[in-house]
Nanobody, 122 residues
C-alpha cells in the first residue's frame, strides 16, 4: 500500500508563513511528479505548485513569488514553503504524487494525501 501523509497546516496571521510537508511511504518503485493542490469552501480544487523528479517547478500565478515547492527524493518528501500568506490562501491543502508502486510496476498512478487545513486570519 502506498500512502501520502501531510503535516504543517494551521492558523496564521496575514503576512505570516507556514511550511507544509508530505511524505510518501509504502511499496514504492518510482515517484514522478509531486505537487500541492488546494480547495477553498465552495470552490474547485486547484493546482498550487508541482515539481518533477528532476526538480523543475511550476506555480499558479496567485502564489508565484510567495510560495516555494521543493522535494527530498531520498526521503520521498515534498515541501511547500508559504510566505506572505493572504486570507485568500485559506483552504485545505492536498499533496499529490504520481507513483509507480512496486506491486504494479507498469506505469504511474495518482495518489492523494488526506489534506491539511491552512487558515489565514487575523
Amino acid at each position: 500500500q502506498v500512502q501520502l501523509v501531510e503535516s504543517g497546516g494551521g492558523l496564521v496571521q496575514p503576512g505570516g508563513s507556514l511550511r507544509l510537508s508530505c511524505s510518501a511511504s509504502g511499496s514504492i518503485l518510482i515517484i514522478n511528479d509531486m505537487g500541492w493542490y488546494r480547495q477553498a469552501p465552495g470552490k474547485q480544487r486547484e493546482l498550487v505548485a508541482d515539481i518533477t523528479s528532476a526538480g523543475s517547478t511550476n506555480y499558479a500565478d496567485s502564489v508565484k513569488g510567495r510560495f516555494t515547492i521543493s522535494r527530498d527524493n531520498a526521503k520521498n518528501t515534498v515541501y511547500l514553503q508559504m510566505n506572505s500568506l493572504k486570507p485568500e490562501d485559506t483552504a485545505v491543502y492536498y499533496c499529490n504524487a504520481d507513483i509507480v508502486p512496486a506491486t504494479m510496476p507498469y506505469y504511474g498512478y495518482p495518489y492523494w494525501g488526506q489534506g491539511t487545513q491552512v487558515t489565514v486570519s487575523s
